[in-house]
């Protein structure tokens, strides 16, 4: 039984590669140096002793939970990739995938050297999506909401402060009839007001309308809640 899933980039790829896995889905960038066949070959060597050493594979093969967790990950009924700056001085990025079907869901996040995977209750992801974003309070005062080719004044106010962090989430869902869904996503940022949502949706009168809003975890969750219950009745 395999309690923590931690893998190097050079695992996640020959992982990826043996499964007949695409594990560049974003967010996730995964570079692949060129490399000739026996640079390659002493990679995949390098990698499966690196594998075994920590428990996560026997015999050339990986554990279950490995393998099952890396399946998930890559071809899941519901998804929502996070994506971001959560330092926007230091560069620090923010690039996870939280993921489910049926009764498991599996929570990715890549922190520039390892992809750390854990499996989750399916019914966790918008509360695991917004536990990957650090704590920041809600700005004070009121939503504001324009048409998306309009900029009010108290929008432009909002928007032209400096932003220490800035990211967004993006739902989406497999569809039977045309392969993938993708509905309207959910962008963050903090200025020195606090934490904002930014996001689209339309109007009673089909105008297309943003709507920006002082955030908190609980606005986050219920926010990705409604999204997932749109990818779910497609």
């Known amino acids: 039984m395999v309690d923590t899933i931690a893998l190097s980039l050079p695992a996640v790829d020959v992982l990826g590669e043996q499964l007949n896995l695409d594990v560049r889905q974003y967010p996730f960038e995964l570079s692949r140096p060129e490399e000739s066949a026996e640079e390659r070959a002493r990679l995949v060597r390098q990698v499966w002793g690196e ?3 920590s428990g996560l594979a026997v015999d050339g093969r990986p554990e279950p939970e490995v393998e099952d967790a890396l399946y998930l990950l890559c071809g899941s009924e519901v998804s929502i990739a996070a994506a971001g700056l959560v330092d926007v001085r230091s560069g620090q990025r923010l690039a ?10 599996v929570v990715g996040v890549l922190d520039g050297r ?3 995977l854990e499996f989750l209750d399916p019914h966790d992801l918008p509360e695991v999506c917004a536990d990957l974003l ?11 909401r324009a048409e998306r080719t309009a900029r009010p004044r108290a929008l432009e106010e909002i928007m032209s402060r400096p932003r220490h962090r800035i990211g967004h989430f993006l739902v989406s869902g497999a569809d039977r009839r045309a392969g993938a869904a993708a509905h309207p996503g959910l962008t963050w940022f903090d200025n020195d007001l606090g934490r904002f949502t930014l996001f689209g949706e339309p109007a009673p009168d ?10 908190d975890r609980a606005a986050i969750v219920d926010r990705l809640a409604d999204l997932l219950s749109l990818v779910a009745h497609d």
């Open 206 to 215: 089909g105008r297309d309308v943003l709507t920006c809003a002082p955030a």
């Open 114 to 116: 390892r992809l750390h």
């Open 51 to 53: 594998l075994e050493s």
């Open 96 to 105: 996870a995938r939280v993921v489910a079907t049926g009764e498991v869901g």
């Open 134 to 144: 650090p704590q920041a309070p809600a700005a004070v005062g009121e939503p504001v």
